[in-house]
């Protein structure tokens, strides 16, 4: 599958509102952020707290062109909670954090505009 930054490409394919139930999105709020050198891509070490329902957990995002270490302890994001894990380098990444290309190609968090309980699902 291939994924595009270009904001002009049209809508994928219509899926099934069942198949949009299967992912599971939820808010989270980022207990600390570590550097990743060993990453290929530039990237740094999340972990984010979902609340007792999901837990803590941890990610690999590449989001250092649009933040800094210290700006993220506390910051809310969304994130897909049920993705199997992925081995990052010596991480292994158990979400995948929700962001958005600029135009520059850096990735802006996905966040929630007010405060929700950790842990609270997208529907």
């Not at 929700?98 to 135009?103: I, N, Q, R, V």
């Amino acid at each position: 599958m291939h994924y595009t930054q270009d904001p002009n490409t049209p809508a994928s394919a219509d899926i099934g509102f069942d198949d949009f139930l299967k992912v599971d999105i939820r808010v989270g709020t980022i207990l600390s952020a570590q550097a990743f050198p060993e990453a290929r891509k530039p990237a740094y070490k999340l972990t984010i707290d979902f609340g007792s329902g999901v837990g803590i957990r941890k990610s690999s995002a590449q989001i250092t062109a649009r933040y800094a270490l210290p700006e993220l302890a506390g910051k809310r994001v969304m994130a897909v909670v049920n993705f199997p894990p992925r081995q990052i380098g010596p991480v292994k990444s158990e979400v995948l954090v929700l962001g958005f290309a600029d135009e520059a190609g850096g990735i802006v968090l996905a966040v929630p505009d007010d405060q929700v309980p950790n842990g609270t699902r997208l529907t």
